[in-house]
């Protein structure tokens, strides 16, 4: 029998389905189906101009949207030929790492909840507010940030903030403590999740799953270090890697992830306080100098060539692999951007890690997945 | 804490592991009945100063995340004394959602312009304020936007300026000039004189300087125009392009100055 979960579903996280074939309570085939959301972001870029287009990338994957920008702005850079000075790239770094704490704990709350656990999901949402907060205080904005800009980023960082942002650090290590004394100190998530939605290493190469979901397989891939962008080169972190690839290894891998964001924030915030400078590249050409960002619609005629590109970044957003692609052809706005989404590739592959379970294990393996149906669809 | 090891282990001890983390959630509960992570909104607002400037409260430990509002991008104030009528502010919304407007006390033949809003499309991304040289538009913190019909949701102008009298705190940013600005070119040839560059510039940097008229040729025709062309106060433009939109032959365009 072909069930459907979602549409509208709480295990969903969003606006997809997945039918289940089952068997009694015994899951015998899978087929996820995705498209829901889609906004055609790829294709509105092709006439907005590159900063312009910024704005779409905060809605591409609405719990990671520093992650999107950076990863958008990183190709149109390439592409554009524009260096961002280095107190930019820093800040890149800090605010994506806030970022990725901030989606952890999102997920931790979402997944626990899945799991029944309400008191979690509150620590969660409290504690992601904190992070939101210092992301509010230097971007303007809680979800939506609008703050990086082709060479560089919009603005510093405020007085004082450092400070807050240490302190919110200290904070957040004892949080990670409890976070575990209530799920891996409790017989009940263990036998909830151990041993479940299992994903072999072998398997995630195969099927191109990325993110946690591998590092949790045992396989020791992560972009930062791998194929460093922004200033992860100068960072010194660990990759977090779990054994067993189950529901339990993808818990342990964030959070272990989570520790090290905490960490390499730490060092991005020493490094930001020792080095004043500017953080928006100089000489940038006249239609991308933040002022004036997306003058260039609207009839105007620049009778101008500027040089051509190509752009390609691949960046270690929360969930996986990110990558764009953006091609310059000397106009104002690029010909065409290309993302491609680590959760559409994690969620694809659902067959291989549901087949032979239960029914009412679905929601803890597909919370564990860490869904975000805006960046599947785009 | 590690997790126990085998199955057995697991269920020897299954009271404790039920127990823990219900201790963990009753200290969280206790800590929370003195020190409430939520405010009493609408009684209590998180611009509030006192929330400003000292303290967020989490469950136990004060944080002082204050200051979060600094920046904050809510709805926008304007100042329409000294709008300048640039257009800046329309052309560089991703959304569409200024329209210029006319307000009053304008010269009548060419009425002074200000943006009005629409917040039903509007995504608070900050382009506007960043792009307007004068600094009258501006992102306040106010974020409370609910309205019962559809057509409130479009601020004129003169509603913007009354947020503006609030003197709300305003988005401090304001992102420096590029140090090499292209500047408005002529194409000379092309130019016929016409003066409407000159009369929409929003700033008046544009003035019309005689040139003389060629002298006539044998067999050629001197072609029909007024002999003057625009020069452009690089200082005082705005680099908003108005020019180059009303332009009815295209004979102006951004470029360098050699």
Redesign the interface.
């Known amino acids: 029998m072909w069930i459907n979960m979602g549409p509208q579903h709480p295990m969903t996280h969003g606006l997809w389905n997945l039918r289940v074939r089952i068997d009694g309570e015994l899951i015998l085939d899978v087929d996820p189906e995705m498209g829901y959301l889609h906004r055609g972001i790829e294709k509105i870029s092709e006439d907005r101009h590159y900063n312009e287009i910024i704005t779409l990338m905060d809605r591409t994957c609405y719990v990671a949207g520093m992650a999107w920008e950076t990863l958008f702005v990183l190709g149109a850079e390439q592409a554009l030929h524009v260096t961002p000075p280095e107190r930019a790239e820093w800040i890149r770094v800090l605010s994506e790492e806030i970022q990725r704490l901030g989606s952890h704990i999102m997920w931790y709350a979402a997944f626990v909840q899945d799991l029944g656990l309400m008191s979690p999901f509150l620590y969660g949402m409290r504690d992601r507010d904190l992070l939101l907060d210092l992301l509010q205080s230097y971007t303007g904005a809680r979800m939506t940030y609008e703050y990086n800009r082709v060479g560089g980023v919009r603005n510093d960082l405020p007085s004082g903030f450092t400070d807050r942002a240490r302190k919110v650090c200290d904070w957040l290590e004892d949080r990670f403590r409890e976070y575990d004394a209530l799920c891996l100190g409790s017989a009940i998530f263990h036998k909830r999740c151990d041993g479940l939605g299992v994903l072999k290493a072998a398997d995630c190469v195969r099927l191109g799953v990325t993110g946690p979901m591998l590092r949790s397989a045992g396989v020791k891939r992560d972009l930062r270090k791998d194929r460093p962008y922004s200033a992860y080169d100068r960072v010194d972190f660990d990759v977090a890697v779990a054994e067993g690839g189950d529901v339990t290894g993808r818990y342990l891998v964030r959070m272990e992830e989570m520790r090290q964001s905490v960490r390499i924030v730490r060092q991005a915030l020493d490094w930001l306080d020792r080095n004043p400078g500017p953080c928006l590249a100089e000489n940038l050409p006249r239609w991308l100098g933040a002022p004036y960002a997306p003058v260039g619609r609207e009839g105007y005629l620049l009778r101008r060539n500027y040089p051509k590109g190509l752009g390609f970044s691949a960046i270690e957003e929360p969930h996986g692999e990110a990558l764009a692609y953006v091609v310059n052809e000397g106009v104002e706005h690029p010909y065409r951007v290309k993302l491609k989404s680590p959760i559409f590739v994690n969620l694809s592959a659902a067959k291989e890690y549901l087949v032979g379970y239960r029914v009412a294990d679905i929601p803890p393996i597909m919370g564990s997945v860490d869904i975000c149906v805006g960046e599947v669809d785009r | ?1 590690s ?1 126990p090891e085998t199955e057995a282990e ?2 020897n ?2 009271v404790l ?2 127990a ?2 219900l201790a ?2 009753a200290r ?1 509960f206790v800590k929370s009945l003195w020190r409430p ?1 939520t405010i009493v909104y609408p009684f209590e607002r998180l611009e509030d100063p006192k929330f400003r400037t000292e303290v ?1 409260v ?2 136990g ?1 004060p ?11 809510g709805v926008h104030a304007l100042n329409i004394d000294t709008c300048i009528s640039c257009n ?1 502010c329309a ?2 919304c ?1 959304d569409l959602c200024i329209d210029m407007v006319t307000v009053p006390g304008g010269d009548p033949k060419h009425p002074k312009k200000c943006p009005q809003i629409d917040y039903g499309k509007c ?5 506007c304020s ?2 307007c ?1 004068e600094g009258c538009l501006t ?1 306040t913190t106010r974020y409370e936007l609910s309205v019962t019909k559809r057509a409130e949701m479009v601020y004129a102008p003169e509603r913007l300026h009354e947020v503006y009298k609030t003197k709300l705190p305003m ?1 401090p ?1 304001r ?8 500047s408005i070119l002529l194409d000379a040839p092309l130019c016929i004189g016409c003066n409407a560059c000159a009369r929409d510039c929003p700033t008046k940097c544009i003035t019309m300087l005689d040139i003389p008229k060629p002298a006539a040729k044998p067999g050629e025709k001197i072609p029909k125009r007024i002999w003057k062309e625009p020069v452009v106060n690089d200082s005082d433009c705005v ?1 908003c ?1 108005t020019c ?2 009303v332009c009815p032959k ?1 004979c102006l ?3 360098t100055h050699r």
């Open positions: 804490m997790p697991r269920s001890s299954s592991w039920v823990k983390p963990t959630a969280q992570s967020r989490a469950a430990k944080i002082g995340v204050g200051a979060v509002w600094d920046n904050y991008r800046l052309f560089s991703p995504s608070y991304c900050g382009f960043d792009a040289p992102m988005s940013i992102v420096e000039r590029p140090q090499n600005e292209d680099r392009g180059i939109s295209e365009f951004w470029g």
